[in-house]
């Protein structure tokens, strides 16, 4: 179940009427939301409705035309990349490598924010990235090259070293693509487990529903509901930005919220 309660090596995250523009067209319209320290906050949405460009502007790789954001008070956007680096990790949906690096050196990346000067990996880094792949059950592809993974392969690969990089802040754009039912849950069971504050974009309602302790609906660029997910997945609601018909129940073991979906009529 949801806990919402401080995580030692957690950070509340504030975003404060962020707008962002690209080629003259804005794309995200002031938008404000909060993660408290040790939250699974869930951003949720129909396609094209400004949930990834809202991550970019929080894991640094697009500048806000307006607004701020902020992890402990401090303005992310004037931290250094170094900085940054070691208290924010993020698993984007676009990603891609040159070079045919093995999977244990594509994890070892994740700890370079921690290593000082030009040493390279200490033992307790080595453990670190060990103990990662193990924990997302692809410890046996360590020396299999990144180029020869499946889709979900890799995105095992990629969360794990986002998990070695111990952020303060941890940002997943759709983190479950192209891994099947029981992977899915175990990443998000991770991030949670993991310890970090996380702000994730999710497609899957049940998902979105089952795993973050809030969420937040945009629409057009504009958070058009936010709160707790049995609060938030209102049948009414999801007709008006979904264009479908939900009828919600619980999960007969954990009580959880669930939605059957049907095409409107």
Do not use: W
């Amino acid at each position: 179940m949801p806990r919402t309660e401080p995580t030692g090596g957690a950070e509340a995250l504030a975003v404060d009427a962020v707008t962002v523009e690209l080629a003259g067209a804005r794309l995200v319209h002031e938008i404000s939301l909060e993660a408290a320290a040790g939250q699974v906050v869930g951003l949720v949405g129909p396609n094209g409705s400004g949930k990834s460009t809202l991550l970019r502007c929080v894991y640094r790789v697009l500048r806000p035309a307006g607004g701020a954001v902020r992890l402990d008070g401090d303005d992310l956007h004037a931290l250094s990349a170094r900085e940054t680096a070691r208290r924010v990790a993020a698993l984007s949906q676009e990603h891609s490598a040159e070079f045919d690096f093995t999977v244990a050196e594509v994890v070892a990346m994740g700890r370079l924010p921690h290593r000082r000067g030009l040493g390279g990996p200490t033992d307790g880094d080595r453990l670190r990235c060990t103990e990662a792949l193990r924990r997302v059950r692809a410890g046996h592809l360590a020396d299999r090259g990144f180029l020869s993974l499946s889709g979900g392969e890799k995105q095992r690969v990629l969360i794990a070293r986002a998990l070695v990089q111990e952020p303060r802040l941890l940002v997943l754009d759709e983190p479950t693509n192209h891994l099947d039912i029981a992977h899915q849950l175990e990443v998000l069971a991770l991030a949670r487990e993991a310890g970090p504050t996380v702000l994730t974009a999710l497609h899957d309602l049940n998902l979105a529903a089952g795993h973050c302790d809030r969420l937040y609906v945009l629409r057009a660029g504009r958070i058009v509901a936010s709160g707790e997910p049995h609060a938030v997945l209102r049948p009414e609601l999801l007709a008006e930005v979904f264009g479908v018909r939900a009828t919600p129940v619980r999960h007969p073991a954990t009580g959880a919220l669930q939605l059957l979906f049907d095409r409107l009529p």
